[in-house]
């Protein structure tokens, strides 16, 4: 397919073979071409046919042929030959024309184009690499290795990294309840499953007893007793005393059934 500026002359060439074995160049022919501009009707081209040699044809298509920006198709026949057809493209640019494409809004430097571009005070800081990219790590041709107020800094000074100290603590306080089990608060309805030593599921109608240490200490007896559920699930409330510390570790046994046990990290 070639590109044709449109309203131009323009010759194109094309091959014409014999319709005995489709192969064989056709010779001596006498070529009528007919083109469709844009989907349009086939009609006669206005430019001349002539031979060139070897089975190769030519039609100098006149601007009346490329008037139409779009499709150009072609259907060329003659007796004893196997018709040819293919199609081009009426384009609105010169692809001949090296330096502006025969666009009348792009002169050769461009400058049309230049006279309204602009960038901001700051533009010459950037630094682009090899590809052509904006290097988001440099900033005036050094690594950016700081941040100033959310924001890279424009004029590449130095800031400080370390960030200040947080004072106000309001609104950050946890309290029982909270995602966190507080240090020294009282903790109820934590929840667990027993399940049976023998086939190990989920076991009801158990006597639980419960079992806490503080931070590695020795095991003691809690201050509540375990409450059944539903489906193997139990409940236990524990004391403020007995998450005094930051690792809580629990243990629950019962007969016919495996030990439960559990840490809990609470939050000071």
């Known amino acids: 397919m070639a590109l044709i ?86 384009v609105a640019f010169d692809p001949t024309n090296s330096t502006s494409l025969g666009l009348s809004n792009l002169d050769t430097t461009i400058s049309s184009r230049l006279a309204s571009a602009s960038t901001s005070a700051n533009f010459n800081l950037l630094s682009i690499n090899s590809n052509g990219a904006v290097d988001i790590w440099k900033l005036n041709g050094s690594v950016i290795n700081n941040l100033k107020s959310g924001r890279f800094d424009v004029d590449g000074s130095a800031v400080a990294t370390t960030a200040g100290t947080v004072n106000d603590k309001t609104g ?65 409330n524990l004391a403020a005393s007995e998450l005094n510390g930051t690792a809580i570790n629990l243990h629950f046994s019962a007969t016919a059934a495996d030990d439960r046990n559990m840490t809990i990290i609470t939050q000071a």
Not at 209 to 229: C, K, N, Q, R, W
């Open 5 to 90: 500026p449109k309203q131009s002359s323009y010759v194109r060439t094309f091959l014409m073979v014999m319709n005995s074995d489709h192969l064989t160049a056709a010779t001596g022919a006498t070529v009528t071409v007919l083109i469709a501009k844009t989907g349009g009707t086939f009609a006669s081209a206005g430019g001349t046919v002539a031979e060139m040699s070897s089975g190769w044809y030519k039609i100098s298509l006149n601007t009346a042929d490329t008037i139409s920006v779009g499709d150009l198709t072609y259907h060329c026949i003659a007796s004893n030959c196997d018709p040819t057809d293919f199609s081009d493209e009426v």
């Open 172 to 236: 950050y306080s946890l309290a029982s309840g909270q995602l966190f089990v507080k240090k020294n608060t009282q903790l109820n309805n934590l929840a667990f499953v027993m399940n049976d030593s023998t086939n190990h599921q989920p076991k009801t109608g158990l006597t639980v007893a419960p079992l806490y240490s503080i931070d590695g200490g020795a095991f003691s007896a809690t201050s509540s007793a375990v409450v059944e559920m539903t489906s193997g699930w139990y409940k236990i």
